[in-house]
């Protein structure tokens, strides 16, 4: 069975609130992700990034394939981007390119 | 359906014919590089280990990959004073029935004349290993396959990864050992992943070696997470982490091994990557292929390999699949890639399709087509320093 999808972005388990994009969206974009639920897209998001569901508060529990993946340090928006900058591991920490090594 | 594999006399059956130039220490790295491209040959491989000082886990994985059933014969090359045990590696191979010969450069009389013996003795290998080749029937239940993920991003957990779920319980269900690895990338699935245990003392097992992986991994400072992880859509170890368990697809686990130890009886294992005691030797797997060449020594005929940025690796040995999640990645490195589960984004496919096709894959490439990493010439090969104590009784099933 092939997915007809209309919306750019997947709803991995209905307990998660984020919701994962299928390719780039742009700030401005609406579109329903199910009869009765749409989302409104805040800012530019990259293939594979994730979206908030609905406003999440800082220090709620981020849900993707219905398991907590970290936990929020800032509130967002529903349709917001959710990423380092607003959310962080519970377990251990990710090194960035802002961790490289700068051997002078 | 079967395909044509190689016989080997200890019998094991391979599905590549490869004579296997290894170094055993940095220091004959040149001369064993040298010997490897004089012969120009796609089935002339070379494998090594750079350190001086001995190392019961390299001895461990030499042996194992020495006699691995794709290899066929065997050149050692020594430079003649470091401490790796070359006699007792040359003996193993030999006691597997497989043509070895050992070339020392302190006696061959230095680089120029160890090359030149070594390209006459390995190109005699090879015509010797193709001259007398056993070919037989091989089934899917006969193959030991490996996956690992490599350059992860948002796609992979949604597509690449849970494909190769599906193929794997594909794989399990007609017969064959499958191995999925890297613990530290496993951290936070514990729970779940301990309920799939097929006893009690193989759930004990997994969940002991997540454990051992997070404390670990603190030591180092840095979870398995890299920057191209957090710009492909990743946020955290264990969204990286829920991602890269779907590859295990939903199959009883009958087992915990570790790096070397070679399943008895097919089903699905984990692999325990991260070593034993306090952490020494640095970061358990320094990138992808450490992690290959250990799926290799539990004897993995072939390793299938998910990306989402896309990563380019094959290996020596054994043939690596290449499946991208990521469409954009696909079609930027269509060449690279052997399979597009990128397409189920796009709508264009679904899980199951891209399941049956990496099945597919995995016999087409057991009975001899080229992956796309081996036709471009990836032979890449890495082992490090690592200890590991030998799994307790309990995790993992003995055979008869």
Not at chain 2, 99 to 114: D, F, H, M, S, W
Not at chain 2, 253 to 272: H, R
Not at chain 2, 287 to 306: K, P, Q, R, W
Request: glycine fraction near 10%; charged fraction near 20%; hydrophobic fraction near 40%.
């Amino acid at each position: 069975m092939k997915r007809l999808q209309a919306a750019p972005v997947l709803l991995l388990h209905p307990t998660d609130n984020v919701l994962v994009c299928c390719r780039a969206v742009r700030a401005g974009e609406r579109f329903d992700i199910s009869p009765d639920e749409a989302l409104h897209v805040l800012q530019d998001t990259e293939l594979g990034h994730k979206l908030a569901r609905r406003a999440l508060a800082a220090g709620e529990k981020v849900i993707k394939y219905g398991a907590p993946i970290g936990s929020m340090t800032a509130a967002v928006q529903a349709g917001g981007w959710i990423h380092l900058h607003n959310m962080k591991s519970d377990y251990i920490g990710a090194h960035t390119r802002a961790a490289r090594v700068d051997a002078t | 359906m079967s395909f044509q594999g190689y016989l080997r006399r200890d019998g094991r059956k391979g599905i590549r014919n490869v004579v296997a130039v290894a170094y055993l220490v940095e220091c004959a790295h040149h001369v064993a590089r040298r010997i490897v491209d004089h012969c120009d040959d796609p089935d002339v491989h070379l494998i090594g280990f750079p350190g001086c000082y001995p190392n019961e886990y390299a001895l461990r994985m030499m042996k194992a990959l020495t006699t691995h059933p794709n290899v066929g014969a065997v050149l050692l090359v020594s430079l003649g004073c470091e401490s790796f045990n070359r006699e007792a590696l040359a003996a193993h191979v030999a006691a597997s029935a497989r043509p070895v010969e050992t070339i020392v450069i302190q006696k061959a009389g230095g680089t120029r004349r160890a090359t030149d013996l070594g390209v006459i003795t390995a190109k005699a290998m090879k015509q010797n290993i193709a001259d007398t080749a056993v070919r037989v029937p091989m089934q899917l239940s006969e193959l030991v396959v490996g996956t690992i993920c490599g350059g992860s991003d948002g796609t992979s957990g949604i597509t690449a990864n849970p494909a190769v779920g599906r193929a794997f319980d594909r794989l399990v269900a007609a017969g064959a050992t499958c191995i999925f690895e890297e613990t530290g990338e496993m951290i936070g699935c514990e729970g779940p992943m301990a309920v799939r245990a097929s006893t009690p003392e193989v759930g004990e097992a997994i969940v002991a070696s997540i454990a051992k992986a997070e404390t670990y991994y603190r030591a180092m400072g840095f979870g398995s997470f890299a920057p191209g992880n957090a710009e492909g859509g990743l946020s955290s170890q264990e969204e990286k982490s829920a991602g890269a368990y779907v590859k295990s697809g939903s199959s009883s686990i009958v087992g915990v091994i570790k790096p070397a130890e070679i399943p008895e009886v097919p089903g699905l294992y984990l692999l325990d990557v991260v070593p034993d005691g306090a952490p020494k030797f640095g970061f358990p797997n320094i990138s992808d292929n450490a992690e290959i060449v250990e799926l290799m020594a539990c004897g993995a005929h072939l390793t299938l390999f998910t990306t989402g940025r896309g990563s380019v690796v094959g290996s020596a040995i054994a043939p690596v699949i290449k499946v991208t999640g990521n469409p954009e990645t696909y079609r930027r490195m269509s060449e690279d890639m052997d399979v597009n589960a990128g397409r189920i984004l796009e709508g264009e496919s679904d899980l199951g399709e891209v399941a049956d096709e990496i099945v597919a894959l995995v016999e087409a490439v057991a009975g001899g087509q080229l992956t796309r990493s081996e036709d471009l010439g990836h032979r890449e090969f890495i082992l490090t320093y690592k200890s590991f104590e030998p799994s307790g009784p309990g995790c993992f099933p003995r055979g008869a």
